[in-house]
Structure formats: C-alpha cells, structure tokens
C-alpha cells in the first residue's frame, strides 16, 4: 500500500510541478516487482529472487546493501527520499534562474517559475493556526447564513439540523432501496429552492438517464397543471406524447434552471445539478477526480456547494486501484472524499488571509443482502454493523441515513429512512415512513 502511494506522490509531482525523476524507471520496476509479488503469493519478495530479477540493473549503493526494515522506517525512509529528490530539484532550478536573471533580467516567466519554487519549497510546512474560536462570532454567522443541505423530511431535518459543509453523509441501503431516488430528490430540492450548486457523480447510471430521473422528479410539483407528472422511463425509452414533450422541454426544464422573482419582487438564482458519470473520467485517480470537480467549481464560478457520489463501492470498479484489498480501496476513497469535503480549496480574501473553503460530502452506500435480511426482520431497522464491509464509512461520517422499503411498502408508495448516526444531535431508532414514488421519482415527506 505504501508503494502505491509513494508513485502517487511521484506522480503528483510530476503532475504539479513538471519534476521528472522524483522515482527513477528503475526504482518504478522495483516497487512494481515487489506489488506483483504480494498480489499473487501474499508475499514480498526474497532478497535473493530481487537481487536475482534485477541484477542487470546500476542501482545505487544504498539499495545495493538494503536489509529488512519495519514498514514505519521503510515509510519514513521513502518520503525522505522524495523530499531529497524535490529539494534538488529546487535548488538546480532556482542556481539556473538566478544565471537566467543575472544575463537576461527578471521576465514574467522567471518571476512565476521562482513564485512556484518557493510553493514547492514551503510543501511540508504548516500553516498558521488559529487556536482561538470566536464563539459569538460563529453564532452570530450561523443566524446569518443556512447550517447546511436539508433533506426535506422535517423528522430528519429536525434531528440533524442540516448537512453542514465539510462533513461526510452517508445514505446507505440495500439494492432497489431508494438510495438514488432519496439524494437526487435531495440535490433537486436544495438546488431548485435553496440555490444550492450540486455535482452529483453517478458511477451507475449514464447521466442521461440521471438527467431523466432529475426531470421527471420537478414535473411533479405542483405548480404544473397539465400533468401530475411525466415519468422518467417515458424520457428514457422517447415514448412521450408530443405535448407531453413540449409540457418538459417548455415549461418543466425552464422552470428548473431558470432564475425567479421572489414575493419581495428579487431575482433569486436556481442552483445548479452538474451530472457526472465515468465517462468523464480516465482513469478515476484521486488527482484526476480533484481535477475533474475543481473544473465543475470552475464552471460554477466558484460557488460549488456538494459533491454526491452514487456509490462509493462502486469506485474499486472505477478506480484503477490503490491497494489490492477492495474494502481497503473502498476506505481510501471514503478518507479522500472526507478530505476534499474538508479542504477543498484555499482562496485569498481581499484583506489577504487564507480561508479553506468545504464541500458537503454525500456518499451512497450499499449494504450486503444479510444486514437487508437482518433488517427486514426487524420492521426495516438497521444498526451499524451494516456499514462493516466499508469501516471508513461510519467512522468518517458525520451522519449516516439508511433507506428501507418492501414490497408491500412500494405497493403503498412508501419507504422508511432511519438516522444510524448523528454527531450534531439524536439517532433514530424508529424509522420515519416517507412518500416514495419510483415512477415519478419523488421521495419526500409524507406531508409533501
């Protein structure tokens, strides 16, 4: 595992910062052998199988007299040996523009290279800390602005007092169990009323298909006259009327994305729903998933609110693999996730300090047939150990909903949604039943 992510911070500075031969081709081999062996024997090599592979290799004195260490030196050993390498780099480059400058002057060029050597320089040191919080400052701010994503349900919401930004949530349910249905509901309501921008990531379902759904759902408020609803199969399947394509592309879809006028007579702006799904990625690393989300903000003019992956399982499907143990790289998604929610972006404010700004972090989860089975003998509640196969999950969310449903509650377009656990406030032992329509995709509180 950490050989990976030792050619993942390689890499990251090749990406970043142009530096070649942070690990030599040699080296890559080396750790490539070692990776491969473990895959297939559980093992790593034998010094003598290694000496033997690649004895037609000029290594350097230092591996050439290598002994078996414990994995935290090994991890120390290595990092050190990129800083060495980064360090180098650093001070050849900044020796070539110091001629530079002496022969030809300070250029636009030379002084943005020599700002990103000193970036680069300061990598490992820490920021300045604030160990003060101001309390009345921060109460006066949370009256002024939402605490965050609501989901709609009062019984919910009541309880959670909003997902707030840099937090993880965790909707979590079995195959079949509204868990698309309930976050596209939720990415729909906080966009459409609250002006909330949302990227919702589907691993699933072709984004089309997401695009359907998100409609058929907004054709069934009830300011629309002309239908209760047009169903997303019908968009899906080109199977609608001809007024019932003008009643969706006319006056459904311009409802949704466009800005209103408010009862005070202001023009309020919709937020947005950026869909994704794998076809805008390559290879799904953890760098290219960043790249990718920082040019959906880029889009949004830097006022991207949420990320919803639908479903994080999914990524070790997705994802070219960080560790050879897939619960392993389920967890190592969910910790990255939870990182980007916290530390999205840094931007400078105009007085010239730093401020982090967070993402609200939704995450989808499946839950394995046997804590479904546990749980519909138990009137559709869960506990906890569902989340066992992606322990990262509990751990790393602020709060986690399970969603529920049976063939008798479908019959009666209903489903269950339980909070398993709440850090801002009380867990929900008994379910609440919510409406839950499949066919026009709707999942609110039973009150509408």
Request: hydrophobic residues 35%; contains cysteine; glycine residues 6%.
């Amino acid at each position: 595992d950490y050989l990976r992510i030792f050619e993942e911070e390689a890499d990251n500075y090749k990406k970043q910062f142009k530096i070649d031969g942070v690990l030599s081709d040699v080296e890559r081999k080396f750790m490539d052998f070692i990776i491969k062996s473990y895959e297939v024997s559980g093992e790593t090599p034998s010094l003598d199988l290694f000496v033997k592979m690649f004895s037609e290799y000029p290594v350097e004195d230092d591996l050439r007299i290598a002994e078996e260490i414990g994995i935290n030196d090994f991890r120390v050993y290595i990092f050190n040996l990129i800083d060495k390498r980064v360090n180098k780099y650093i001070a050849n480059r900044l020796d070539e523009l110091n001629a530079k400058v002496k022969s030809d002057g300070i250029t636009d060029d030379i002084a943005q290279e020599f700002t990103k050597l000193t970036s680069l320089s300061n990598r490992n040191k820490a920021k300045d800390i604030n160990i003060e919080i101001d309390s009345k400052q921060e109460y006066d701010n949370k009256k002024l602005r939402p605490v965050g994503l609501v989901t709609g349900i009062p019984e919910i919401d009541d309880k959670i007092g909003g997902m707030s930004p840099g937090t993880v949530t965790t909707i979590a349910g079995f195959t079949s169990q509204y868990k698309t249905t309930m976050s596209l509901n939720i990415a729909h309501l906080n966009a459409y009323e609250l002006g909330y921008n949302i990227c919702y990531l589907s691993l699933e379902t072709p984004k089309e298909d997401i695009n359907w759904n998100l409609l058929s759902c907004h054709s069934y408020s009830t300011k629309f006259q002309r239908y209760n609803f047009v169903s997303h199969a019908k968009m899906r399947w080109g199977t609608m009327t001809a007024d019932e394509e003008d009643f969706i592309f006319n006056e459904v879809e311009p409802d949704l994305k466009n800005d209103y006028i408010d009862d005070e007579g202001n023009t309020r702006k919709r937020g947005k729903v950026i869909i994704l799904d794998e076809s805008d990625f390559k290879t799904f690393s953890f760098g290219e998933i960043s790249s990718v989300i920082e040019k959906v903000d880029d889009k949004l003019g830097g006022k991207l609110d949420c990320v919803i992956v639908d479903y994080i399982q999914l990524c070790k499907f997705s994802g070219q693999g960080v560790t050879y143990d897939a619960n392993s790289q389920i967890n190592s998604y969910v910790t990255f996730f939870r990182r980007l929610a916290q530390n999205f972006k840094k931007e400078i404010k105009e007085d010239g300090t730093e401020e982090v700004r967070q993402l609200t972090m939704i995450l989808l989860a499946q839950i394995n047939r046997s804590s479904w089975q546990k749980a519909s003998r138990n009137d559709g509640r869960y506990d906890i150990t569902c989340l066992a196969d992606a322990n990262e999950l509990e751990r790393g969310s602020a709060r986690v909903f399970t969603t529920y449903t049976s063939e008798d509650l479908k019959a009666r377009k209903s489903a269950q949604v339980q909070i398993l656990k709440n850090r801002a406030g009380q867990t929900m032992y008994d379910p609440v039943t919510v409406y839950a329509d499949g066919e026009a995709y709707v999942f609110m509180s039973e009150d509408g």
